[in-house]
């Protein structure tokens, strides 16, 4: 007999959405549209520094330089920072200037995970309450949320800029909490593709967790309540 819950907590990228290949397409046009040969390598190298930059900030190896008067100050900064770490040394006005591009043509066009609308729909359909709890730009976020075709399912969106914090991090989840109204973790499931936020955030917050693991990946240390390779193995959960 599974667990009864009523809150269901979806990771955003790479879980509903192929971030990967949403990525690929806005840094590739933004490259194309500076004048540069945009190549496989290029691309690459940018989602490898992209993937290492966000670890290291929620590992909290990437500090603040100062202490920010408001979370819009931190984010504009942070942002900036990745885009110069991958472009090379640049005014910050720049550096925000192409992540503000940067992220416009992530809003331009999402890429679906395989049966991300579909399991949307059956979980509201049963009664279950649906949450994005995401790292990614708040900016984005609701126009790669309606590329799943299930955006008329979701509750409500929390992003991480909204509070200061990335997941893992306690007060992350204590922002969302607040913004729900609601601190029973028991009632709570977490639906995500990465150990080092996802599940780690679970573990850290008492709720429990489903990991959505398509690639096959080992999970070494980490405590998972549930596993699946496909979206659609959740009818088997809940």
């Given at each position: 007999?599974?667990?009864k819950y009523r809150k269901l907590l979806f990771d955003l990228d790479n879980t509903l959405v192929d971030d990967d290949k949403n990525r690929e397409y806005a840094i590739g046009k933004m490259l194309a549209d500076m004048g540069e040969e945009v190549t496989h390598e290029k691309i690459q190298k940018f989602i490898e520094m992209d993937n290492k930059f966000w670890i290291d900030r929620s590992?909290?190896?990437?500090?603040d330089p100062y202490e920010f008067k408001s979370n819009e100050e931190q984010t504009k900064w942070l942002r900036a920072e990745r885009i110069k770490r991958y472009f090379g040394d640049m005014s910050l006005e720049k550096a925000t200037e192409l992540n503000t591009k940067y992220v416009d043509l992530l809003r331009e066009k999402a890429f679906p995970i395989e049966n991300s609308s579909e399991i949307l729909k059956y979980l509201f359909d049963k009664g279950y309450e649906i949450y994005i709890i995401t790292n990614g730009p708040k900016r984005a976020v609701k126009d790669k949320a309606k590329g799943t075709g299930g955006l008329e399912y979701i509750r409500e969106i929390f992003a991480a800029e909204e509070v200061g914090y990335m997941k893992p991090?306690?007060?992350y989840f204590n922002g969302f909490f607040e913004k729900i109204n609601c601190y029973d973790t028991?009632?709570?499931?977490i639906i995500g593709d990465?150990?080092?936020k996802d599940i780690l955030g679970g573990m850290n917050n008492n709720i429990d967790t489903c990991w959505f693991?398509?690639?096959?990946?080992?999970?070494?240390?980490y405590k998972v309540d549930y596993e699946?390779?496909?979206l659609l193995e959740l009818k088997e959960i809940l």
């Amino acid at each position: 007999m599974h667990k009864k819950y009523r809150k269901l907590l979806f990771d955003l990228d790479n879980t509903l959405v192929d971030d990967d290949k949403n990525r690929e397409y806005a840094i590739g046009k933004m490259l194309a549209d500076m004048g540069e040969e945009v190549t496989h390598e290029k691309i690459q190298k940018f989602i490898e520094m992209d993937n290492k930059f966000w670890i290291d900030r929620s590992a909290g190896r990437i500090k603040d330089p100062y202490e920010f008067k408001s979370n819009e100050e931190q984010t504009k900064w942070l942002r900036a920072e990745r885009i110069k770490r991958y472009f090379g040394d640049m005014s910050l006005e720049k550096a925000t200037e192409l992540n503000t591009k940067y992220v416009d043509l992530l809003r331009e066009k999402a890429f679906p995970i395989e049966n991300s609308s579909e399991i949307l729909k059956y979980l509201f359909d049963k009664g279950y309450e649906i949450y994005i709890i995401t790292n990614g730009p708040k900016r984005a976020v609701k126009d790669k949320a309606k590329g799943t075709g299930g955006l008329e399912y979701i509750r409500e969106i929390f992003a991480a800029e909204e509070v200061g914090y990335m997941k893992p991090k306690r007060e992350y989840f204590n922002g969302f909490f607040e913004k729900i109204n609601c601190y029973d973790t028991s009632e709570m499931l977490i639906i995500g593709d990465e150990l080092e936020k996802d599940i780690l955030g679970g573990m850290n917050n008492n709720i429990d967790t489903c990991w959505f693991n398509r690639r096959g990946e080992k999970s070494t240390g980490y405590k998972v309540d549930y596993e699946i390779k496909d979206l659609l193995e959740l009818k088997e959960i809940l």
